[in-house]
């Protein structure tokens, strides 16, 4: 049986808000899907009463969007982590910490990165997303091995992660290869090296037979050099 909180005292809004979004949190987790974050069970869970609930909350869009950014401070943390040593290295270890931390937390991602927001503007989980993502490509350009404005390649990369882990969790039984850490890795390579490539081609591309043969003398000279270090 739920024991019903006693009524808040002046100043402890905060404190409640918080035991709110605790009880809502163990739901989504227990339940692993946003349906199970009504207002009344929330309410209960909490020892509150619903009008409780919306004195914090404007609605349950507002509720489940609240209780899903308490994780994103994680994914700031993830990039931290992988932002030291060579520039476009780390890029690419922020990117594959970035697919692992949306698979990791699939339910907050959906809601968070995946229908429209609950209110007007940028949302915070996309703005904070973006700022993480331009702070690590700012560095690949200082170094020149990206060229352009560092948001429109941001926005780049950040599609290219962003669609690939979006597939894996809207559509869970599209036969997905075995390796899934490998997929994740071919994309942000992918990304990564065209981003760096795209930079510096010409406007009109070149015939196919002749870009193939550049690239492969490209090729052929990075790996010769990776031999010799």
């Known amino acids: 049986m739920t024991t019903r909180r006693v009524r808040a005292r002046r100043g402890e809004g905060a404190l409640l808000r918080e035991e709110i979004l605790c009880a809502a949190e163990a739901l989504l987790t227990e339940a692993g899907t946003e349906d199970a974050l009504t207002v009344r069970a929330v309410a209960e869970r909490a020892g509150v009463s619903t009008p409780s609930v919306y004195l914090h909350f404007?609605?349950?869009?507002?509720?489940?969007?609240?209780?899903?950014?308490?994780?994103?401070?994680?994914?700031?943390?993830?990039?931290?982590?992988?932002?030291?040593?060579?520039?476009?290295?780390?890029?690419?270890?922020?990117?594959?910490?970035?697919?692992?931390?949306?698979?990791?937390h699939p339910v907050q991602y959906r809601v968070l990165m995946m229908r429209p927001s609950a209110g007007p503007g940028v949302p915070p989980a996309a703005r904070e997303c973006f700022r993480l993502m331009v702070e690590t490509v700012a560095r690949c350009v200082e170094e020149r091995v990206l060229e352009g404005d560092p948001e429109t390649?941001?926005?780049?990369?950040?599609?290219?992660?962003?669609?690939?882990?979006?597939?894996?969790?809207?559509?869970?039984?599209?036969?997905?290869?075995?390796?899934?850490?490998?997929?994740?890795?071919?994309?942000?390579?992918?990304?990564?090296?065209?981003a760096a490539l795209y930079s510096r081609l010409p406007p009109a591309p070149p015939p196919s037979a002749e870009l193939a043969a550049e690239l492969d003398a490209f090729g052929a000279r990075l790996a010769a050099r990776s031999a010799d270090d």
Do not use: T
């Open 58 to 104: 404007a609605d349950k869009d507002a509720l489940v969007e609240a209780v899903c950014l308490r994780v994103w401070d994680e994914l700031a943390r993830l990039f931290r982590a992988n932002a030291h040593g060579d520039p476009f290295a780390a890029m690419g270890r922020c990117g594959r910490a970035y697919a692992r931390f949306a698979l990791d």
């Open 153 to 194: 390649l941001a926005l780049g990369l950040w599609s290219a992660v962003h669609g690939c882990v979006s597939l894996f969790i809207a559509q869970p039984s599209f036969p997905w290869p075995a390796d899934q850490e490998a997929l994740i890795d071919h994309i942000v390579k992918i990304a990564g090296y065209g």
